[in-house]
């Protein structure tokens, strides 16, 4: 479904893939369901600035990559065919996870894209861990392997609250930027260099304003502030993933609520600067 893409564009992408879920299934099932809460008529589709992604000509919703069930280096391979395919089209890819896992490939195409990538990573997880008992690919992982090509220029990590020595020794390791919760403040505005791609795990934010994750980890961030640090930070946003909705664990449906809310705000930058 890229045929009607042009430059410009903002290319709305599920990636409905779970397998690589170290805890739970279950977010393999989220793209549905965040665009069920999109179209909702309990809300519209226009952003807080404005603009109306029901209306605007440049946004596209090109459908399910077909890694459903899938695992491994394969289903890997798929997702980051699939993301070049459409940025190959000058589109921007605004993706629905999946679990994190899907941010390895997303970012890897992004990176062969964009030269001197810079990564805004959003997340309770630092998800840098070398190898999890599934192997490489695991959704504890993605960072790691991004981080391995030698093709991101910075890597900024905010809401971290899980860190634990390994991860540590990583961060070290890549020259990670972690902003975790303990020194967050609700003025903090990254500034980045070049392009930049943001990376959101639903589980940044505090299970009382996400409680549709498979991993609740309390002390974290408000829908509002993750809100504001998408719209406030510097740098030229070129591509977006949302991940980590697990449907099973999402009460009437609210953390999908909160998904599509963060898809508004984000495509609209993405359209409009």
Request: glycine content about 10%.
């Amino acid at each position: 479904m890229t045929d009607t893409l042009t430059s410009g564009d903002v290319a709305l992408m599920g990636v409905p893939l779970d397998m690589h879920s170290s805890f739970l299934q279950g977010p393999a099932f989220a793209p549905g369901r965040i665009r069920e809460a999109l179209h909702s008529g309990a809300a519209n589709l226009t952003a807080e600035d404005g603009t109306d992604l029901g209306s605007h000509p440049g946004f596209k919703d090109t459908g399910d990559l077909d890694v459903f069930e899938q695992f491994g280096p394969e289903a890997i391979a798929k997702i980051e065919v699939g993301a070049a395919e459409r940025l190959a089209t000058g589109a921007r890819l605004l993706s629905l996870g999946g679990d994190h896992s899907v941010a390895y490939p997303l970012i890897s195409a992004h990176a062969d894209r964009y030269e001197g990538l810079n990564v805004l990573h959003i997340d309770s997880h630092p998800d840098l861990y070398d190898e999890q008992p599934l192997g490489k690919l695991g959704h504890g992982c993605p960072f790691a392997r991004v981080m391995e090509t030698g093709k991101i220029k910075r890597l900024v990590q905010v809401g971290i609250r899980t860190m634990n020595a390994h991860q540590r020794e990583q961060a070290d390791r890549f020259g990670v930027e972690v902003v975790d919760m303990r020194s967050w403040s609700a003025d903090y505005t990254p500034e980045f260099d070049g392009p930049v791609y943001l990376s959101l795990d639903l589980d940044a934010l505090d299970p009382a304003f996400a409680p549709g994750v498979s991993h609740h980890e309390p002390g974290g961030l408000s829908t509002r502030e993750v809100i504001d640090l998408i719209a406030r930070f510097k740098g030229q946003l070129v591509g977006a993933d949302i991940v980590e909705l697990n449907p099973h664990r999402d009460p009437y449906g609210m953390t999908a609520m909160v998904a599509a809310k963060f898809v508004k705000e984000i495509g609209a930058r993405l359209l409009t600067r």
